[in-house]
């Protein structure tokens, strides 16, 4: 799975980046020309407690690629901007990161502070750009040789979109039909893509829970349907740069349960409709990451093809019933550990043991 981070120059997404993926990656505007890479670990007290129970070779947690993707500066053209659209173009998500924080060091390229109108920018850049081209795949739909047969399901479409766009409304929120979202997925349109909004604090802001345009920029989220997690780069900077064990009582002493990164996965998680299932055993702990609704022959593909083609049966147990339990042993003596087939829709959390043959 892989989620681009996005923002205007100098909001702090790199700084996002290297506290999700422990990049390293250099900040500051003007550095790089092109987008930086890393894996994040989904941190999951589950695969905590398994590893307890098992005490394996080796622990895996559910990981997500991120991709820090070079600041836009809205109403350029040229290269920055193609590279911009086309890194967006190929990730499956997008974090819009926007800066509430001040700072004399780090100044603002548009000066003053405005999380909202920062917010408003990229978006009506995204807009703009589906607009484009929509406008130019409707022409191919309409005109003269290019003109296709049997095109009405795809003009009826991309007029539907045409409207909501027209009105500001990305396409993520609009409601689709089946045979239109099947229509839909042979274009790449920006704003169809699912989003996160992460808002970047100073710590005074973070401690009181409030900064400037808040409200408002609420509002717009929820009626657009992106959560909103705040964060704090500096301060989750300086905490990364303390031993593990004294991380949690630091944040503690703010007022924090648990870094904002972790928000920030699970709101990901939510937002693409994404869960988790676990394999054990005294080799590997491991969580796999697959979409809510997929059944067990298509969760084992995710293991290995191979797993899939020659399933027969899963042995599954959900966590919950496993903590009560204590053991494999004691949950099987409980009766608890089920047999399902192929078509069983596996659930968050479950731990589940394929058996197959090829």
Same mark, same amino acid.
Request: proline content about 4%; glycine content about 8%.
């Given at each position: 799975?892989?989620?681009?981070?996005?923002?205007?120059?100098?909001?702090?997404?790199?700084?996002?980046?290297?506290?999700?993926?422990?990049?390293? @990656?250099?900040?500051?505007?003007?550095?790089?020309?092109?987008? /930086?890479?890393?894996?994040?670990?989904?941190? &999951?007290?589950?695969?905590? !407690?398994?590893?307890?129970?098992?005490? $394996?070779?080796?622990?895996?947690?559910?990981?997500?690629?991120?991709?820090?993707?070079?600041?836009?500066? $809205?109403?350029?053209?040229?290269?920055?901007?193609?590279?911009?659209? /086309?890194?967006?173009?190929?990730?499956?998500?997008?974090?819009?990161?926007?800066?509430?924080?001040?700072?004399?060091?780090? $100044?603002?390229?548009?000066?003053?502070? +405005?999380?909202?109108? +920062? =917010?408003? =920018?990229?978006?009506? #850049?995204?807009?703009?750009?589906?607009?484009?081209?929509? #406008?130019?795949?409707?022409?191919?739909?309409?005109?003269?040789?290019?003109?296709?047969? /049997?095109?009405?399901?795809?003009?009826?479409?991309?007029?539907?979109?045409?409207?909501?766009?027209?009105?500001?409304?990305?396409?993520?929120?609009?409601?689709?039909?089946? &045979?239109?979202?099947?229509? =839909?997925?042979?274009?790449?349109?920006?704003?169809?893509? $699912?989003?996160?909004?992460?808002?970047?604090?100073?710590?005074?802001?973070?401690? /009181?829970?409030?900064?400037?345009?808040?409200?408002?920029?609420?509002?717009?989220?929820?009626?657009?349907?992106?959560?909103?997690?705040?964060?704090?780069?500096?301060?989750?900077?300086?905490?990364?740069?303390?031993?593990? &064990?004294?991380?949690?009582?630091?944040?503690?002493? =703010?007022?924090?349960?648990?870094?904002?990164?972790?928000?920030?996965?699970?709101?990901? !998680?939510?937002?693409?409709?994404?869960?988790?299932?676990?394999?054990?055993?005294?080799?590997?702990?491991?969580?796999?990451?697959?979409? @809510?609704?997929?059944?067990?022959?298509?969760?084992?593909?995710?293991?290995?093809?191979?797993?899939?083609?020659?399933?027969?049966?899963?042995?599954?147990?959900?966590?919950?019933?496993?903590?009560?339990?204590?053991?494999?042993?004691?949950?099987?003596?409980?009766?608890?550990?089920?047999?399902?087939?192929?078509? !069983?829709?596996?659930?968050?959390?479950?731990?589940?043991?394929?058996?197959?043959?090829?």
């Amino acid at each position: 799975m892989e989620i681009g981070i996005i923002g205007l120059p100098q909001v702090g997404k790199t700084t996002l980046f290297n506290l999700l993926t422990e990049g390293g @990656a250099a900040t500051g505007f003007g550095n790089r020309d092109k987008a /930086n890479i890393g894996v994040a670990n989904v941190s &999951d007290p589950r695969i905590d !407690y398994l590893a307890g129970i098992y005490s $394996p070779k080796k622990v895996t947690y559910a990981q997500i690629e991120f991709i820090d993707i070079v600041g836009l500066e $809205p109403g350029s053209n040229g290269k920055g901007t193609r590279d911009f659209l /086309n890194a967006v173009q190929s990730v499956d998500a997008l974090v819009q990161v926007v800066r509430a924080f001040r700072s004399d060091t780090v $100044p603002h390229f548009r000066g003053e502070i +405005d999380a909202m109108r +920062d =917010l408003d =920018l990229l978006q009506a #850049e995204l807009l703009l750009t589906d607009l484009q081209l929509l #406008e130019t795949r409707i022409e191919r739909l309409t005109s003269g040789r290019n003109k296709q047969k /049997n095109g009405e399901a795809d003009l009826a479409l991309l007029e539907k979109c045409r409207t909501h766009l027209e009105n500001e409304e990305p396409l993520v929120q609009v409601e689709f039909t089946d &045979d239109e979202l099947a229509l =839909l997925r042979q274009y790449t349109f920006y704003t169809a893509k $699912p989003m996160l909004i992460a808002v970047n604090l100073d710590e005074e802001e973070l401690t /009181n829970g409030e900064y400037d345009g808040q409200m408002e920029l609420l509002g717009w989220a929820e009626d657009n349907g992106m959560p909103v997690v705040p964060i704090c780069g500096k301060l989750e900077e300086e905490i990364t740069g303390l031993p593990k &064990d004294e991380r949690l009582p630091f944040l503690a002493d =703010l007022g924090l349960p648990e870094p904002g990164i972790d928000r920030l996965a699970r709101a990901a !998680y939510r937002q693409l409709d994404l869960i988790s299932y676990f394999t054990v055993g005294n080799d590997e702990v491991r969580a796999w990451t697959i979409r @809510a609704g997929m059944n067990a022959r298509e969760a084992a593909g995710k293991i290995h093809s191979d797993i899939a083609r020659g399933f027969i049966r899963a042995e599954v147990i959900s966590y919950e019933d496993f903590c009560k339990s204590g053991n494999m042993a004691r949950a099987k003596e409980k009766g608890l550990c089920r047999l399902e087939g192929k078509e !069983y829709i596996v659930k968050d959390g479950d731990i589940i043991s394929f058996r197959f043959n090829v």
